[in-house]
């Protein structure tokens, strides 16, 4: 019988990192791995080493070579998105099997026990998912003092106002989010824009954000009025959340929180 490996994939986000750190002691032969698509956020590296630092392991980078521009050559040039989500199958799942091959394995995913997501994991057979935090009851408080008290902390992008790690251009992300992005990294959304240019075969230019291009959602009476919508939307959560018990708060921000499909990359 093949020996069972221990693999936890982490994302750069606080859910899988929380994990890693929870698991140090309790798995030692741990191999943790990171796909890296080589479009992150630069900050995510450097908070990936924090984790080693943590852990005392190095984290398995896969992808090293091929990263997003590779297959999306392959793919003709075409952004991908929620309908189109070739990056996800190829720069996370695709890599991870890879990594993993035929022996059997443990799968440490870091879902909480106050969350009901779904999304890409893989099916092989080979490959039996753990889930514990949601064995353990943690939720979200659990989950930030675990970061807080290792002095690894919470992920830097949390601090200027981006709610998911993987890709700095994910079509997943909300309009101000991409308006915090061009203030942050304004050479980042460059980046991103210059991948708007009319599809080959058909003419058609996708774009990342819905509806609107990146040089359209840049204008600054765009960028305010994105802004403003917002802090509108903010303004009623707050006013609404004041009639709520605190369980109420928690379980709608974990609604707002949650991120359709894209469990890999996010975790
Ligand atoms: S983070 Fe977004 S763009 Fe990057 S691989 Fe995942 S779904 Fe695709």
Same mark, same amino acid.
């Given at each position: 019988?093949?020996?069972?490996?221990?693999?936890?994939?982490?994302?750069?986000?606080?859910?899988?990192?929380?994990?890693?750190?929870?698991?140090?002691?309790?798995?030692?032969?741990?191999?943790?791995?990171?796909?890296?698509?080589?479009?992150?956020?630069?900050?995510?590296?450097?908070?990936?080493?924090?984790?080693?630092?943590?852990?005392?392991?190095?984290?398995?980078?896969?992808?090293?070579?091929?990263?997003?521009?590779?297959?999306?050559?392959?793919?003709?040039?075409?952004?991908?998105s929620?309908?189109?989500?070739?990056?996800?199958?190829?720069?996370?799942?695709?890599?991870?099997?890879?990594?993993?091959?035929?022996?059997?394995?443990?799968?440490?995913?870091g879902?909480?026990?106050d969350?009901?997501r779904?999304?890409?994991?893989?099916h092989?057979?080979?490959?039996?998912?753990?889930?514990?935090?949601?064995?353990?009851?943690?939720?979200?408080?659990?989950?930030?003092?675990?970061?807080?008290?290792?002095?690894?902390?919470?992920?830097?992008?949390?601090?200027?106002?981006?709610?998911?790690?993987?890709?700095?251009?994910?079509?997943?992300?909300?309009?101000?989010?991409?308006?915090?992005?061009? *203030?942050?990294?304004? +050479?980042?959304? $460059? &980046?991103?824009?210059?991948?708007?240019?009319?599809? !080959? %075969?058909? =003419?058609?230019?996708?774009?990342?954000?819905e509806?609107?291009?990146?040089?359209?959602?840049?204008?600054? *009476?765009?960028?305010? +009025?994105?802004? $403003? &919508?917002?802090?509108?939307r903010?303004?009623?959560? !707050? %006013?609404? =959340?004041a009639?709520?018990?605190?369980?109420?708060?928690?379980?709608?921000?974990?609604?707002?929180?949650?991120?359709?499909?894209?469990?890999?990359?996010?975790?």
């Open positions: 019988m093949a020996e069972v490996r221990h693999i936890l994939s982490l994302s750069g986000g606080k859910d899988s990192a929380a994990l890693a750190l929870y698991m140090r002691d309790q798995v030692p032969n741990m191999e943790y791995i990171f796909s890296d698509t080589r479009k992150e956020l630069p900050e995510t590296y450097e908070y990936l080493e924090r984790i080693e630092d943590y852990l005392g392991k190095r984290v398995h980078r896969l992808n090293a070579d091929l990263g997003f521009d590779h297959w999306y050559d392959v793919y003709g040039g075409m952004i991908p929620n309908h189109r989500r070739w990056c996800t199958k190829m720069l996370k799942l695709k890599p991870f099997e890879d990594f993993v091959g035929d022996a059997p394995v443990l799968n440490y995913v879902l909480r026990a969350e009901n779904s999304g890409y994991i893989s092989k057979s080979n490959i039996t998912p753990v889930y514990p935090f949601q064995e353990a009851g943690l939720k979200l408080a659990d989950i930030e003092e675990i970061l807080q008290s290792s002095g690894v902390g919470m992920p830097p992008y949390t601090k200027w106002g981006r709610s998911r790690s993987g890709c700095f251009f994910c079509f997943y992300q909300q309009k101000i989010e991409w308006v915090r992005l061009k *203030e942050t990294y304004p +050479a980042l959304y $460059e &980046e991103a824009k210059a991948y708007e240019h009319p599809f !080959e %075969a058909s =003419g058609n230019t996708f774009t990342w954000s509806r609107e291009s990146l040089a359209e959602l840049e204008q600054p *009476e765009r960028m305010s +009025a994105i802004k $403003e &919508e917002h802090r509108q903010q303004a009623a959560k !707050e %006013a609404k =959340g009639e709520l018990t605190l369980a109420q708060v928690f379980a709608r921000e974990e609604a707002a929180e949650d991120v359709e499909g894209c469990l890999i990359c996010t975790l």
